[in-house]
């Protein structure tokens, strides 16, 4: 009996503070990713960026549905002897995604998707729509946060699909 009686002040006390979150937020954030799949490391160095987030709250507790718009850019890789050969990198991406706040206050899970504009240097500028997404896992410190996930860029013709390891630094104002 007391197991039940404390687990239910614990799921009181966890639900009033996931209700008691921001109706919306705006964040921005640098992002710095390094691939970790071979084919797109034989093509492009790691990459940087930013965006920047309007998330609004859900019925859900604790859930905000997210939108995000950001710019990437990748270096050709300096050594590279393949076929991939398609110049330096810039993506301008639109994704929709969720964020859900945990039981542990300032951390949180994120995931994203949506699609991508490709820009390549090769001979002038090719452009092309491709398919990206990340996951990952963040923390709140005040308005600072963090977050640590995998980002995915789909492949698209000839070039190779890129999954790299994303870091994500900036700053969260909720309203």
């Known amino acids: 009996m007391k197991k039940y009686f404390l687990a239910c002040i614990i799921a009181i006390a966890v639900t009033s503070s996931l209700q008691a979150q921001y ?4 964040s921005g954030h640098g992002n710095f990713n390094i691939p970790v799949n071979q ?19 859900s019925y859900w507790p604790g859930s905000f549905i997210v939108g995000t718009v950001g710019r990437q850019s990748y270096a050709q890789a300096p050594d590279i002897k393949n076929q991939y050969t ?25 995931a994203n998707a949506g699609t991508g504009m490709a820009q390549n240097t090769v001979g002038g ?49 909720g309203f």
């Not at 109706?23 to 705006?26: C, E, L, R």
């Not at 860029?153 to 890129?162: L, V």
């Open 23 to 26: 109706a919306f937020f705006v």
């Open 39 to 57: 084919r797109f490391t034989q093509v492009y160095q790691n990459g940087v960026g930013y965006s920047l987030s309007l998330g609004l709250k």
């Open 86 to 110: 398609s110049g330096n990198l810039s993506m301008t991406t639109l994704q929709i995604g969720v964020r859900q706040v945990t039981y542990v206050k300032n951390l949180f899970f994120v």
């Open 125 to 173: 500028k090719l452009s092309e729509l491709r398919f990206v997404a990340d996951a990952g896992a963040g923390y709140t410190m005040g308005k600072f946060e963090t977050i640590a996930g995998i980002n995915y860029i789909d492949s698209k013709g000839f070039r190779p699909a890129g999954i790299m390891f994303m870091l994500k630094t900036g700053f969260r104002f």
